[in-house]
């Protein structure tokens, strides 16, 4: 924590929408942060927070860089703007956090993941589901085989984004914020990386549309992994039967089940395991209110507090290798890309033979897919070192 001989961490913030606004008021409670400036195209904005707060206001993210003292920059932009402001950042030596998701072209992102290691940078992804107590408690039960071997997972991310036709938003386009596949999907993506691991192949997407004129609404893949358990990833964010974004876990294993969500963590065990005896064979609940740690500042939920302390904490013991690092945002990205050539593939196939049945997407070998996509997930799951040598195709 700040101490007076620690001076505060000098951090910027990219993009003032919602999540920009949330981490704004986040970060000027934290007492290791201090904002020093904000960039946003929206001029009226700007000259409001300019005009009631002591922050500097850009509409130029290049020159706020050139000008200022920095020592970490947030970036909450468009999916699409990531790319090249997270690598302006990195070229300027400052510490990078960057909202999901990382990149929408993973060859770049691998690019950046390189960069991030050369530059020795922390960094990390807004995935907020690694900082919930219930998501936490299922990873640690995993990391003790409470369950056994996991054979099998399951998804679920729902939410009322877009329920009726409109005019096309950055967040509706499929190159601007990539639909919801990278804005809603990704997060059960990244869920499971986070749980069971990244899987080795995806079969039978789907990525239909709803409302949206040129996105995806809905988003169904199966997965398969190497040690052979399987998962499945359900992601619509034109449900209205939730009233916000609602996101379960379920995982199978031979000794039992999980069930988590936010506010609650199920486990259901066949027998006793002697490395957690709190748990008793057969039902076990657990609630967010007892595996959530306090935080300094409430904003929408603990877990968005939690993963800005935890940045914070980060770049106070130079941990470069935390565990929601671009690479473990580029591990998504890419699980994401596969799952859309996987869906095209599948749409092609169903245009010219007639019928609409998934085509098998593994990815090392599979068609359409080139090989070192498989290099380059083993390279990110490694070691960033050697990511481009995984680019540039070499053994």
């Keep these: 924590m700040h101490t007076p001989d620690t001076p505060r961490i000098r951090i910027a913030i990219a993009g003032l929408g919602k999540m920009g606004l949330s981490h704004q008021a986040i970060v000027n409670a934290h007492p290791d942060l201090e904002l020093v400036a904000v960039c946003d195209p929206a001029t009226w904005l700007l000259d409001i927070i300019g005009r009631y707060t002591k922050v500097a206001t850009y509409s130029d993210y290049a020159r706020m860089l050139e000008r200022e003292r920095l020592d970490a920059v947030l970036v909450a932009t468009p999916s699409r703007l990531h790319a090249r402001m997270v690598r302006a950042a990195l070229e300027h030596g400052l510490d990078v956090f960057c ?19 050369e530059r020795g940078a922390v960094t990390q992804v807004g995935y907020h589901n690694r900082f919930l ?20 997972a399951r998804v679920d991310c729902y939410g009322p984004v877009v329920l009726r036709p409109k005019g096309v938003t950055w967040r509706s386009s499929r190159n601007e914020g990539g639909g919801c596949l990278y804005d809603y999907a990704c ?5 499971l990386n986070f749980t069971v691991g990244a899987p080795s192949g995806v079969s039978g997407s789907i990525l239909s549309s709803v409302f949206s004129a040129s996105a995806d609404d809905e988003v169904y893949a199966n997965l398969a ?44 065990l066949r027998a006793p395991v002697a490395a957690r005896p709190d748990l008793a064979q057969g039902w ?19 877990e968005y507090s939690a993963q800005i302390d935890y940045f914070a904490e980060s770049i106070r013991q130079r941990r470069v290798d935390s565990h929601c690092s671009l690479a473990a945002g580029l591990a998504a990205d890419i699980v994401a890309d596969m799952i ?56």
């Design 284 to 302: 076990n609940v657990r609630y967010t209110t007892e595996l959530t740690r306090p935080v300094w500042f409430y904003l929408r939920g603990e």
């Design 133 to 152: 107590g219930t998501f936490e408690e299922a990873r640690r039960l995993l990391d003790v085989d409470a369950i056994g071997r996991v054979h099998h």
């Design 340 to 395: 859309r050539r996987d869906a095209a593939s599948a749409a092609g196939a169903g245009a010219s033979a007639g019928v609409g049945a998934g085509v098998a997407t593994d990815l090392v070998t599979a068609r359409g897919v080139p090989g070192r996509w498989g290099r380059l997930r083993d390279a990110v799951l490694s070691s960033p070192e050697t990511i481009m040598k995984a680019l540039k195709g070499s053994p």
């Design 225 to 268: 992994y190497a040690d052979g358990k399987t998962a499945q990833l359900s992601a619509n964010w034109s449900d209205d039967s939730h009233r916000k974004m609602s996101t379960t876990l379920v995982l199978w294993g031979t000794n039992g089940k999980i069930e988590a969500s936010r506010q609650e963590l199920h486990i259901h």
């Design 187 to 191: 997060h059960g993506i990244d869920l």
């Design 99 to 117: 909202e999901k998701p990382f990149c929408l072209d993973v060859e770049e992102g691998a690019r950046l993941v390189a960069l991030a290691a």
